[in-house]
């Protein structure tokens, strides 16, 4: 059973940094390209970043390029992405996702195969 788990999230104030984990198991890791996703209340799922299976390439949406970064640990089976100068627009959970494709935006639910549960991020004034 393919499981991957978020962790990291919480309570944070505006300008602050958090290193958001998602760890999988079940699944052969890097043979999967991996993917940051965040929905707010209120709003859609919102596309962040994308890193291949080698980590030779990643990809970012407008809104967050230079203020995250995404990385892998194919030997951890792991995930991170590491958001900094954290702003109250910021606050949603935080998903990973897996997928077969490298897409640097949201290529439709279909191409996700694998979605974790969440980590909430929380960033007050």
């Known amino acids: 059973q393919v499981q991957l788990v978020e962790s990291g999230g919480g309570l944070v104030q505006t300008g602050d940094s958090l290193r958001l984990s998602c760890t999988a198991t079940?699944?052969?890791?890097?043979?999967?390209?991996m993917n940051w996703f965040r929905q707010a209340p209120g709003k859609e799922r919102e596309f962040l970043a994308a890193?291949?299976?080698?980590?030779?390439?990643?990809g970012y949406a407008s809104s967050v390029r230079g203020r995250f970064t995404i990385s892998r640990d194919n030997g951890k089976n792991t995930v991170y992405l590491q958001v900094s100068s954290l702003k109250s627009e910021d606050t949603a959970v935080y998903y990973c996702?897996?997928?077969?494709?490298?897409?640097?935006?949201?290529?439709?639910?279909?191409?996700?195969?694998?979605w974790g549960r969440g980590t909430q991020v929380t960033v007050s004034a």
């Open positions: 996702a897996a997928s077969l494709g490298y897409y640097d935006y949201y290529a439709g639910n279909s191409y996700y195969l694998y």
């Open positions: 079940g699944l052969t890791f890097s043979s999967y390209v």
């Open positions: 890193i291949n299976r080698g980590d030779s390439v990643r």
